[in-house]
Antibody, heavy 121, light 106 residues
């Protein structure tokens, strides 16, 4: 199982960023993929998730209206789009696999290496 | 929303046992997972479903969940265990992390 994320980004406030997570080594459609953020020196913060099979999504209330998670099933890749960026969005964004989707209360068993997003004017 | 409370730090001498607590309202009714994160690395699952170790995690790591507190125990601590430890649960369709506990090996 591998989750390979896109490279670091530097963005200005008010703009948007897209982070990708290319997966391999498992049946993509059978799992959920999540995004988790970690600000510098801070803890883990759940952003949202996508059912890789159906495309159904759920987002943390904190990010509602600014975040979109999508997938490209043919490429076994998921994407995190975050709009209206603010300096406090600076942090490392991790993708993580959870599942299988039919199993409730599953854990995050595999993680990407993380993508640093810096928001600065 | 559901809140998980972890003490910010734990310190133990090498060879001793480190205990990490994760407090939540009737957390025994939820399934708790634990992650270890070393500086500059992604989190690593060390215990899932309250007390199950993934393949490759040594049996020095154990977990339990009762009442309002879930616990991760690491016995025979060594320098390689220095890290932040996070608990995590499902909350309906959301996921919740505790604030994390930093383990310092004295």
């Amino acid at each position: 199982v591998l989750l390979v994320q896109s490279g670091a980004e530097v963005k200005k406030p008010g703009t948007s960023v897209r982070v990708s997570c290319r997966t391999s080594g498992f049946t993509f459609n059978s799992y959920a993929l999540h995004w988790v953020r970690q600000a510098r020196g801070q803890g883990l913060e759940w952003v949202g998730w996508i059912n890789a099979g159906t495309g159904h999504t759920k987002y943390s209330q904190k990010f509602l209206g600014r975040v979109t998670i999508t997938r490209a099933a043919s490429a076994t890749t998921v994407f995190l789009d975050l709009a209206d960026l603010r300096p406090e969005d600076t942090g490392v964004y991790f993708c993580a696999r959870e599942g299988p989707v039919e199993t409730s209360s599953s854990s995050f068993d595999f993680w990407g290496h993380g993508t640093l997003v810096t928001v600065s004017s | 929303s559901y809140v998980l409370t972890q003490p910010p730090s734990v310190s133990v001498a090498p060879g001793q046992t480190a205990t990490f607590t994760c407090g939540g309202d009737n957390i025994a009714g939820k399934t708790v997972h634990w992650y270890q994160q070393k500086p500059g690395q992604a989190p690593l699952l060390v215990v899932y479903d309250d007390s199950v170790r993934p393949s490759g995690i040594p049996d020095r790591f154990s977990g339990s969940n009762s009442g309002n507190t879930a616990t991760l125990t690491v016995s025979g601590v060594d320098d390689g265990d220095e890290a932040d430890y996070y608990c995590q649960v499902w909350e309906i369709n959301d996921r919740v992390f505790g604030g994390g506990t930093r383990l310092t090996v004295l």
